[in-house]
């Protein structure tokens, strides 16, 4: 933590290094997220890179007093809401079917396991709120109070959003493993 304060003190400084340090150190959790949050590799690095180009564009108006990563994942969480909205609103032909499952390009292909696309697939049919809820904490490792004051509501909601959610990819997982079992 002490490594973010010092970042951060220096990015209001107007430090370039510690604009690329930040960008290095949370780059990689970030398109993690979006992509949970999206299930569109384009898009999601799409966010992140608005994310990140508006977070260098703050830095003379730069106030933070939580995490980094917190600030970041709350960023990439409205952005990605901002996408979904648009996409929403824009769809002409109907709801789009890609799942993600296959990946933009043929190096993902190689890196991605067969288990982590079945877990991306899974993901992706929860509810958008218990998708946001599971992924915050998982993957932004973000407290349960702060998820709460981002989907403006009850930490016992969130509980229960990242419970159920839990259950239901238990549920889905477990589903795939009985028929790759077989």
Known sequence: MFDDQRLKWKFKRGSDEA???????YLDS??????????????????VQDVFVAFAQSRRSFQMWGSLSGYLATSVVNR?????????RHARLGP??????EPADPGQAVILSEQARLLQEAVAQLPDEQREVVLL????????????????????TVL????????????LLDGEVEKWGR
């Open 19 to 25: 604009l690329t340090l930040i960008y290095e150190k």
């Open 137 to 156: 904490r998982l993957k932004a490792d973000m407290k349960f109070r702060d998820i709460a004051r981002l989907q403006q509501t009850s930490i016992n």
């Open 80 to 88: 990605a809401r901002d996408y979904q909205r648009r996409r929403r």
């Open 30 to 47: 970030m398109l993690t997220l979006a992509l949970g949050l999206l299930n569109d590799a384009a898009a999601a690095e799409d966010v």
């Open 160 to 171: 229960s959003r990242y419970r159920y959610g839990l259950e239901r990819l238990r549920s």
């Open 96 to 101: 789009e079917l890609h799942t993600g499952a």
